[in-house]
């Protein structure tokens, strides 16, 4: 009976730590501010294909000449892929970039990717557009 108890508690314990990345995934709106867009160039220094979210950062020169390293967020590995990515051809650390996205709502230098523009003017997206999911604030079914 007592071994029984100890299997089951350890089974909810081994299912809690599988559910914590569930926890800990975010919607737009909590972090990231639709009315803050923001378009910066700059030289990548670090790519990271992760899940839920993939990353990469950008060291911007601002207007008072001082280099600012960016932190962008996207999609997740599996749908960049679908979306035409790479990984380590599409972009590389060294590669000078233009970014569209919108400004975490802290002010911090990270924000929400929304499309990358490579130097021979190829557009491809790295995240979803501004809203609470990947369907914005366009309904994902007519509406009638």
Request: hydrophobic content about 40%; some cysteine; overall charge positive.
């Amino acid at each position: 009976m007592a071994r029984r108890i100890t299997e089951a508690c350890l089974l909810v314990v081994v299912l809690w730590f599988l559910a914590i990345p569930l926890l800990a995934h975010h919607s737009f709106g909590a972090e990231y501010d639709a009315n803050k867009p923001i378009t910066l160039t700059g030289v990548v220094t670090k790519i990271e294909w992760t899940n839920p979210h993939s990353h990469f950062y950008l060291d911007v020169t601002d207007d008072k000449g001082n280099v600012v390293n960016w932190k962008f967020e996207g999609y997740g590995p599996g749908v960049l892929y679908r979306n035409g990515w790479k990984k380590d051809v599409t972009m590389k650390p060294g590669d000078t970039v233009t970014v569209f996205g919108w400004r975490a709502r802290d002010g911090g230098n990270w924000a929400h990717s929304r499309e990358v523009t490579f130097s021979g003017g190829k557009k491809l997206f790295f995240g979803p557009p501004s809203g609470t999911g990947d369907g914005g604030n366009t309904p994902a079914v007519e509406v009638r």
